[in-house]
Nanobody, 118 residues
Framework: QVQLVESGGGLVQAGGSLRLSCAAS????????MGWFRQAPGKEREFVGR???????YYADSVKDRFTISRDNARNTAYLQMNSLKPEDTAVYYC????????????WGQGTQVTVSS
């Protein structure tokens, strides 16, 4: 069965950095687009960014130039490098996977908490 497991969340001061990982199993990782989303308390889940099979990346305006998504197909892992963190980045961060030939995020991880203190 497919599993996506996020890790790397935690508490960090404003201006700091964190790197989240998303370890995938049960799928042919290299064929999937991998996305990152986040959900803050009382807010809807929002798109953070994604990386395609060909390693093209796309970001929400709110994180552009601060966050970087990458992938290591040999390790079946996607990463979200977060720099210059702000308190408004506080949220549960989720990774998700889109099968080739579709546009639907079919598989989701359980999320990892990121808290940015001011």
């Amino acid at each position: 069965q497919v599993q996506l497991v996020e890790s790397g969340g935690g508490l960090v001061q404003a201006g700091g950095s964190l790197r989240l990982s998303c370890a995938a199993s049960g799928l042919t990782f290299s064929t999937y687009t991998m996305g990152w989303f986040r959900q803050a308390p009382g807010k809807e889940r929002e798109f953070v960014g994604r990386i395609t099979r060909s390693e093209n990346t796309y970001y929400a305006d709110s994180v552009k130039d601060r966050f970087t998504i990458s992938r290591d197909n040999a390790r079946n892992t996607a990463y979200l490098q977060m720099n210059s963190l702000k308190p408004e980045d506080t949220a549960v961060y989720y990774c998700a996977a889109v099968p080739a030939g579709t546009s639907v995020y079919k598989y989701w991880g359980q999320g990892t908490q990121v808290t940015v203190s001011s």
